[in-house]
């Protein structure tokens, strides 16, 4: 065995169709205590604790739920630094952790991520236009943020926790950081599979919504400012999307605001938003 170059923590709640290939894909080709892995697992009803166990990580299990309860839990049995912190339906190789590792150690970081990698298939036509907009709209302004791995130095992590019980940890950690203590790492890659329904993205976008609103309220503020419509129309008229993927975007994103504000009046917060259209069992 040799020491850790870095902990990897992972929340999964009810994961089991996905957590194994994941979990294959991360430790394929790496030494004997290369990577200091643990899987929490969070109010699950499933087998997810006994697939993380059968791939040979450590398994921490807890009945309490919510994703910054899982991330903490996990944090407590890092053995080292750098931390990662994998959402557990992503795919990530062993090499972009490496490099991941190697972008960590670099003067002046303290946060850093892969670039995604998107997967629509299975995804219906009108998820598929919703995302290709959604992606262009915000993929200059992303960083730490979407792409379901975020690295932490030490000094970093002394910055984000304890984590909060916030709804969006990517978001409090990309607002966490200034421009130049962050860094997307383009040797490294995250395969993402967005939702493969409209419903699902809405569902999604719902919580992103709201965990935007609460960051603001916690006095976490957005570097990057605001999307705005012209940035859409840019993209139309510059013909980078099609006026039909544009009319598909703007009608989601009214439904968007819609749920948004009724499940806010309504008090529904949640702690795990879990898109069930993309949770499928994958081929390694």
Not at 154 to 160: D, I, L, N, S, T
Not at 170 to 195: C, I, K, N, Q, Y
Not at 233 to 245: E, G, I, K, Y
Not at 252 to 261: G, I, Y
Request: charged share 25%; aromatic share 4%; hydrophobic share 45%.
């Amino acid at each position: 065995m040799i020491p850790p170059i870095v902990s990897i923590v992972v929340p999964a709640h009810n994961e089991e169709a996905v957590l194994a290939n994941g979990l294959s894909r991360l430790l394929d080709g790496t030494a004997p205590g290369e990577f200091d892995v643990v899987v929490v697992a969070n109010a699950c009803s499933d087998r997810t604790a006994e697939v993380a166990a059968k791939a040979g990580v450590r398994v921490v299990e807890t009945v309490a739920p919510g994703k910054a309860n899982a991330l903490r839990l996990g944090d407590e049995e890092c053995r080292t630094f750098p931390r990662a912190y994998v959402d557990a339906d992503v795919e990530l190789t062993a090499q972009s952790v490496r490099a991941l590792v190697a972008a960590a150690a670099e003067p002046g970081v303290l946060a850093c991520a892969p670039v995604p990698r998107w997967d629509l298939s299975g995804a219906g036509r009108i998820a598929v236009r919703v995302h290709k907009v959604h992606e262009q709209l915000i993929a200059p302004y992303r960083a730490l943020s979407g792409v379901g791995v975020y690295v932490l130095t030490e000094e970093g992590h002394a910055r984000v926790f304890p984590m909060p019980d916030v709804i969006s940890d990517d978001g409090l950690v990309h607002r966490s950081f200034t421009p130049e203590e962050r860094r997307v790492v383009r040797d490294a890659w995250s395969l993402v599979r967005p939702a493969r329904t409209v419903s699902g993205h809405l569902k999604r976008r719902v919580r992103v919504r709201q965990g935007n609103r609460q960051l603001d309220a916690l006095g976490a503020p957005l570097p990057e400012g605001r999307l705005e419509l012209g940035a859409l129309r840019a993209l139309v008229a510059t013909r980078r999307v099609s006026p039909l993927d544009a009319a598909c975007y703007l009608a989601v994103l009214v439904l968007d605001r819609v749920l948004t504000r009724v499940r806010t009046l309504r008090g529904r917060q949640g702690h795990w938003g879990t898109d069930a259209s993309s949770r499928t069992a994958m081929g390694g």
